[in-house]
């Protein structure tokens, strides 16, 4: 089922290419319109495989990255609204494509289980994947960034200078992108960690016993954890931001996606629900 919005963002690629190439006005407004049918298709097949599974279909390597894909669409598409900007939309939606072709690949809604059936770890998990969402954006943001500022440092104004914001609101945009999903992240490990202590002593379901801090999947969110606290501090405290602060976004977010597909998907014990 996973493959229906899988078309509809490649439609949604090709749309922010050609307004990326012509800087047209109605080829954006082509694009954003493209990218909210292609959310909405996905909300639906979100909703279908809801009421097929009993649950929220957001548990398993290729549900998770899934919803991560929605999510991020939501939020990119909110952001572009917000602030009339959709230069950023060419380097977001080929992402999407990509995570929800990997989705597509492992399409199974895992059967109801008694483990799954608890608020506390649906609020786990999307917490997580709206912190996911938001350093995604902040990643992108990012790697504008470094591209605008090589661009204008070389003192070469031409395909970037004329296509995406100033270095000022890019870099605002990330800080506001990073402190967001910090914040969504903090508040899911510890609705996780209570869903976990309450849980564990009575269960016998092994992928429940298996997580602990040596867990891959628990190590690393906890490393990009790490990472994006000292992003945030490093903003505040000692002046890192501009090429830095993208920097440790990008870096930051190559530590998520490591987290949502190998680790998820091959060395986890404790997340194959």
């Given at each position: 089922m996973n493959f229906i919005p899988l078309l509809f963002y490649a439609a949604?690629?090709?749309?922010?290419?050609?307004?990326?190439?012509?800087?047209?006005?109605?080829?954006g407004r082509m694009a954003t319109a493209s990218l909210a049918a292609a959310a909405l298709v996905h909300t639906f097949v979100i909703g279908m495989q809801t009421m097929e599974a009993g649950h929220l279909p957001f548990v398993g390597a290729a549900a998770a990255i899934s919803a991560f894909v929605w999510l991020l669409a939501v939020a990119y598409l909110y952001t572009e609204v917000s602030t009339d900007e959709r230069a950023i939309g060419v380097f977001i939606v080929p992402l999407l494509l990509v995570l929800q072709a990997v989705s597509a690949v492992g399409d199974r809604v895992p059967e109801p289980t008694p483990v799954l059936d608890s608020p506390l770890l649906a609020l786990h998990v999307m917490s997580v994947l709206f912190a996911y969402a938001g350093f995604a954006l902040a990643c992108v943001v990012g790697i504008t960034y470094v591209l605008l500022f090589r661009e204008?440092?070389?003192?070469?104004?031409g395909f970037f200078a004329a296509r995406l914001p100033s270095l000022?609101?890019?870099?605002?945009?990330?800080?506001?992108?990073?402190?967001?999903?910090?914040?969504f992240l903090t508040a899911g490990l510890v609705v996780g960690a209570l869903w976990l202590f309450q849980l564990q002593p009575d269960t016998v379901d092994p992928r429940v016993r298996a997580m602990s801090l040596?867990?891959?999947?628990?190590?690393?969110?906890?490393l990009s954890w790490l990472v994006y606290s000292f992003e945030l501090y490093a903003r505040r405290a000692i002046g890192w931001n501009g090429k830095r602060a993208a920097w440790l976004s990008a870096l930051g977010f190559s530590i998520v996606l490591l987290n949502l597909v190998p680790v998820g998907y091959f060395l986890t014990e404790s997340h194959n629900f």
């Open positions: 949604a690629g090709l749309a922010y290419g050609l307004h990326f190439a012509r800087r047209s006005p109605q080829a204008l440092k070389a003192k070469q104004l000022q609101v890019l870099d605002a945009m990330n800080g506001r992108a990073v402190g967001i999903g910090w914040l040596l867990d891959p999947k628990i190590f690393v969110v906890l």
